[in-house]
């Protein structure tokens, strides 16, 4: 086993900052969004004038006080106190409902939207080519489609609307207010500009020490995922004690950050309160004064006394609300980046059909790469006839899966040409090679699903009836049967384990559902016990019957059984014959066969 | 409340901190309280138009007293808060010193993550509980107090019309939060469930290209976002339901106080400052009489997470120090504190687990200090397991383990450890420099010791090229070393150690057989006289050995020389003529 030499100092793929503060507001990142809400665009109108009605009948009741006030208690006019306080319950009730339809319209909207953003994100990733997933981790893609399309969420049901919400709540209050007293208004008011700056100053304390919050939970976090993963390393070397002091250090630093923003905390809500009291002060003392002279009337007072404290609700919100807009938009950014993505190996424009596939193959000097220039496969030339069986040998890495990855055009080659029925693979669309190829792979992959749609993959197409013959041809029948749900049953759940042999066989079957015209086998290696062992074989001769074949074998039998044997080694072709010929060669292949498939003599 | 009553030695640390939190607190509440009285005197003295300059009084009044409050409510949040981080603090490191502790076996059935969510989520919420619980359930009661007596004092029918939805509205909120509790955790649950299966479909990617099944797979997919999709409308309909109906309810307790407060007035039973510091009031009570139902829930939610945290303050390990030792630490360790490295093995039987089958079968061993012995076996034949006995990661049952004649459980566990040094099978580093990782056995070291053992491990010349050398840091932020250089790299570490015993297992699978040979040579000199322990699947890291294992589903099945075994035709010699082959194969 040569050491893999090289350092990995090589940017990934994808290697963004997860957390990236941006800005706000980005127009054309806006412009995008948006458009996931035209559908709906009906839905917003009305959410937004929703937003008109209970921003007025919210206003409005304070100024309705007044007039109790005013114009009945004061004139004792008990008549006329009831029918106000008629009106005032109304409005409250009629406020109540309109608010409610309000809020869960906006979630709707919001669900609606992520919900359509988030299919379309998955087809778009489905779409994308098998070079794409070796360079991307599979849980940076989940949390493509999960994480970030949630905090678009939030910007879409609370963020939007609400925010005209905030602003309709602010201008009905200015615009009562004004209607009383001007000056009143301008002297209650007066108090907003330094909550204004108090608010914008905190916000932005506070957005650092939560960084360094988050940076220091970060990091706590990661020294325990680490000392507890390696744990025994823990234990081996007699180091709990010096884990203990470095943890305790760790975690004071995340007391002391979260202390800092409870620091913040401390002095502003205070100053909210202080504020709001001077706005009260400011009011007893000109409005006072300007009742006992009978300019103003103590409705009015009461009526701004109430509305100096509905005044600073919505302005703190908005501040709440840039938060929400500036992790939408970061990320909004990295969806958007993802969907623009193409997928690298497209369907030609005019595709050829292939119908009634024979299953002819021919690789003629073909060269492959994964990475550019590091070639994998040198110079492959090869004819696979119709029906013939063709075993493919050697040792890892010789390039035996490079060769099944590009037939199925999972990549593409750099020279040279592929043909299928003496079409060049390039010429097809991916979806018609792909329907005539059964792909059995090394790695068994069954998804978390009942053994019946493993086996169908959930194809309509493939009814019961077949799913059984497959599963009966494959020999399995009679063990599915056995289980408590039969072919129901699903395959990860607890209390069912499936033997590795046994999720192999579930696997042939698969392919031989779909009937394929070619059929591209990797033996599974792992041991599997000697009553396994004959059923693989018994399906494999089953599998192939009528099938243009090729296998990556690792039986014996398999090998025998094949019309022609073909040794790789490092990328090449170096010998081809029977069984028979290949050992009188005395070359590559009688090595290999003394090494992996002759019985152990022990 | 049984398992957050466990809080209170915590608290107790800060008691002098707590109760002076809570009297300012008090003075906090009592200022606040004052201000809408306050107003009410104003509005009357300007009804009745009787002194002009009294406004001035009055207007400052309501400022000082604010200042007073905001004072007081700084000191609180100063004291209480904080408080609830320090216990937090201290509770968190209780809970991992607790954890680390536990024996192998505990890491085994409990993964790690839920040890995390333990260490973060749950302690949160005990904090939450703590900080804001105590501070608003003392602030609320206060409130209560403070804002009824002096309703009371104005008009006693009116606070009894005031306050009556205010029961209602305590249950409203805590019943909504319930519902929302659940929904929330039904959204979370679908969430994970369409995290799974984003997962899956990705992992199998090849699979379903294949298959060309993209569109099934979109369909499944499609159907798990639209259960997701119904499961937060769910969430929603009782959120948006939660804030129309608390300020339904308090909206209406200031309606009922205007109309009946009104009438009063028109029967001069009232005056109409009194009834501007009732609205006032009522509003001041709104968010106590809101937080009260939330209040509730906290206090749930610590209540679980402390039941779920008592579990492990409560799981002891097993596998501790002897217990004379425990008494008299001393005493018994000094005089055993020089291990030469003589191991014995007596008929150790040994199973993980009662229900699992023996890993180990009627194992017989013994090795002499100086000694280097090779175990040789397929994967599940019991090697690792071998040697982790010896580290008593776990502990026997059945037969005994010796050292330098004494049993291993009568060693105090550091001492036991801290004399073998061991390379596992699966490398782990931590993501800090490639120093802090060599010199992680010591407490102090000298750079000279680093270099050394870097040397003997072959891993100098590699270090030696990067730009920051030793203080290169690994993992996520820093240089991802290839597997070969993090098997030199814990090589290393483990001859730091300077132990008396060395356990390499499989430390070599991922170095070339020649750099291999480097390391054993230079480990033959080091460990002169001490004893080492080589496990391997390969016959070259172990054909110098002075005795060699071959162990066979737990049992050993063949012992001897190198010579002796490949004579022997075996299994040995077996696998030893199929990596000969190998060898050729690859020259070819």
């Known amino acids: 086993m040569a050491e893999e030499k090289k350092i990995n100092t090589s940017e990934p793929d994808e290697n963004e900052q997860e957390e990236i503060i941006g800005k706000a507001y980005d127009a054309r990142l806006m412009k995008r969004l948006i458009r996931y809400l035209k559908p709906y665009m009906k839905w917003v109108i009305i959410a937004i004038m929703l937003t008109v009605g209970v921003a007025l009948l919210s206003t409005i009741r304070p100024y309705l006080t007044k007039i109790a006030i005013d114009n009945y208690i004061v004139n004792k006019d008990s008549n006329g106190l009831r029918n106000i306080i008629l009106i005032l319950l109304g409005t409250l009730i009629f406020q109540g409902l309109l608010q409610y339809s309000m809020t869960y319209l906006t979630q709707w909207i919001g669900q609606k939207t992520i919900f359509d953003l988030r299919m379309e994100l998955f087809e778009h990733i489905q779409k994308l080519s098998m070079g794409f997933f070796d360079r991307n981790p599979v849980g940076r893609l989940v949390t493509r489609l999960t994480n970030d399309i949630e905090v678009l969420n939030e910007m879409f049901s609370s963020g939007i609307v609400m925010v005209f919400a905030d602003i309709f709540i602010i201008g009905g209050i200015l615009f009562f207010m004004f209607s009383l007293s001007w000056q009143l208004t301008l002297i209650a008011l007066s108090v907003v500009i330094p909550l204004i700056y108090a608010t914008i100053v905190f916000r932005r304390k506070v957005r650092v020490a939560f960084r360094d919050v988050r940076f220091f939970l970060a990091k706590m976090n990661a020294f325990l995922q680490e000392h507890i993963s390696g744990i025994m390393i823990v234990k081996i070397f007699a180091k709990e004690k010096k884990t203990m002091d470095d943890f305790k250090k760790i975690n004071y630093d995340h007391t002391k950050a979260n202390k800092k923003s409870v620091y913040y905390y401390s002095i502003f809500f205070p100053i909210v309160e202080l504020i709001g009291a001077i706005s009260g002060a400011l009011i007893i003392w000109y409005g006072g004064g300007k009742a006992m002279e009978g300019v103003l009337t103590i409705g009015i007072l009461i009526s701004f006394i109430q509305y100096s404290e509905m005044f600073f609700r919505p302005i703190r919100d908005l501040s709440e609300k840039y938060n929400i807009m500036q992790t939408a938009m970061a990320s909004s950014e990295r969806i958007f980046k993802l969907l623009d993505r193409k997928a690298v190996i497209a369907d030609p424009e005019k595709p050829i059909e292939l119908n009634d596939c024979k299953g002819i193959i021919e690789f003629k000097n073909v060269w492959f790469a994964y990475v550019k220039d590091d070639y994998v496969l040198k110079n492959i030339s090869f004819k696979i006839n119709q029906g013939e069986k063709v075993a493919f040998v050697g040792a890892t890495g010789a390039g035996k899966s490079s060769l099944m990855n590009l037939l199925c055009r999972f990549y593409d080659i750099q020279k040279g040409e592929l043909t299928v029925d003496g079409i060049n693979i390039k010429d097809l669309r991916q979806h018609d090679l792909r329907k005539n190829i059964g792909l059995v792979v090394q790695d068994i992959f069954l998804f978390s699903d009942s053994i019946a749609n493993n086996i169908s993959l959930n194809n309509r197409e493939i009814p019961e009836s077949r799913i059984k013959e497959a599963a009966s041809i494959i020999g399995i029948d009679h063990f599915i049967s056995k289980l408590p749900l039969g072919y129901g049953q699903n395959v990860k759940e607890r209390g069912v384990t499936l033997s590795q042999g046994e999720r192999q066989l579930i696997t042939f079957a698969r392919a031989l559902a779909y009937d394929p015209k070619i059929l591209i086998l990797d033996e599974a290696t792992s041991s599997v016990d000697t009553h396994s062992e004959i059923m693989i074989q018994n399906a494999i001769d089953k599998l192939m019957e009528g099938r243009t074949s090729i296998i990556i074998a690792h039986r014996l039998s398999t090998i025998q059984k094949c019309d022609k044997i073909i040794v790789m080694h490092k990328g090449e072709i170096r010998e081809t014959g029977t069984h028979q010929e290949l050992l009188e060669l005395g070359g590559i292949y009688s090595k290999l066969y003394q090494l992996q498939y002759k019985e152990s003599f022990a | ?588």
């Open chain 2, 1 to 588: 409340m049984t398992y957050l009553r466990r809080l209170v030695p915590y608290l107790k640390r800060y008691k002098k901190t707590l109760i002076l939190g809570l009297i300012v607190i008090t003075l906090s509440a009592v200022f606040t309280n004052l201000i809408p009285f306050v107003i009410s005197k104003a509005i009357d003295q300007i009804k009745n138009h009787t002194d002009g300059l009294a406004l001035y009084k009055y207007a400052l009044m309501t400022v000082g007293f604010a200042i007073m409050s905001g004072i007081f409510l700084y000191i609180t949040r100063q004291t209480i808060i904080i408080v609830s981080r320090e216990i937090e603090n201290d509770l968190r490191n209780d809970f991992l010193e607790q954890v680390i502790v536990q024996d192998q076996q505990y890491f085994h059935f409990h993964p790690t993550g839920e040890t995390m969510a333990l260490a973060t989520n749950d302690i949160s919420a005990v904090r939450n509980f703590l900080g804001p619980g105590i501070m608003y359930t003392f602030e609320t009661l206060i409130n209560f107090t403070m804002a009824i007596s002096l309703m009371l004092s104005f008009n006693v029918e009116l606070t009894m019309i005031a306050i009556v939805p205010i029961p209602l509205i305590s249950y409203v909120v805590y019943r909504i939060g319930k519902s929302i509790n659940y929904k929330f955790e039904q959204v979370q649950d679908q969430f994970s469930q369409l995290t799974t299966k984003a997962q899956e479909n990705l992992s199998g990617i090849k699979v379903v290209k294949a298959y060309v099944r993209e569109d099934s797979e979109t369909e499944g997919f499609k159907k798990m976002s639209l259960a997701y999709m119904d499961k937060n409308l769910e969430l929603a309909k009782v959120q948006s339901f939660s804030y129309p109906i608390m300020f339904l309810l308090t909206g209406f307790s200031v309606i009922i106080v205007l109309y009946a407060g009104g009438n009063k007035i028109i029967n001069n039973e009232l005056t109409i400052g009194e009834l501007t510091a009732f609205i006032i009031y009522l509003g001041l009570l709104t968010w106590p009489i809101i937080s009260l139902g939330w209040i509730i829930n906290l206090t749930q939610r610590a209540e679980a997470s402390m039941k779920r945290l008592a579990e492990v303050f409560d799981s002891k390990p097993k596998i501790g120090d002897p217990k004379a030792c425990r008494k008299d630490s001393d005493a018994l360790s000094k005089e055993i504190s020089i291990i030469k490295g003589d191991i014995e093995f007596r008929n150790i039987n040994f199973r993980y687990h009662e229900n699992f089958p023996y890993v180990l079968k009627n194992v017989n061993v013994k090795v002499k200090a100086g000694e280097t012995v090779g175990i040789l076996g397929h994967t599940g034949s019991g090697k690792t397991t071998f040697v982790n006995l010896i580290s008593r990661l776990f502990d026997v049952e059945v037969g005994e383990i010796l050292i330098d004649g004494r049993n291993i459980k009568e060693y105090k566990l550091n001492e036991l450890r801290t004399s073998i040094g061991y390379v596992p099978q699966e490398t782990f580093l931590f993501s800090e420099s490639i120093e802090n990782n060599i010199a992680y056995a010591e407490n102090s070291f000298d750079k000279d010791k680093v270099i050394q053992a870097a040397k003997i491990s072959q891993i100098y010349k590699d270090v030696d090229k990067f730009p920051k050398r030793f203080d290169t840091l690994l993992g996520e932020r820093g240089i991802n070393l290839s597997g070969g250089q993090k098997q030199r790299t814990s090589i290393a570490r483990a001859i730091l150690a300077d132990p008396k015993i060395m356990i390499l297992d499989d430390a070599f699978s991922a170095v070339d057989t020649y750099t291999e040979e480097e390391i054993l040579n230079g480990l033959k000199e080091i460990m002169s006289g001490r004893t080492t322990i080589l496990i391997s699947h390969r016959v070259s890291t172990l054909k110098n050995s002075d005795r060699i294992i071959v162990l066979k589903g737990g049992s050993i099945a063949e012992e001897g020389t190198h010579e002796s075994l490949v004579k022997q035709q075996g299994i040995y010699a077996d696998i030893y003529l199929k990596q000969l082959l190998e060898e050729e194969l690859k020259d070819l």
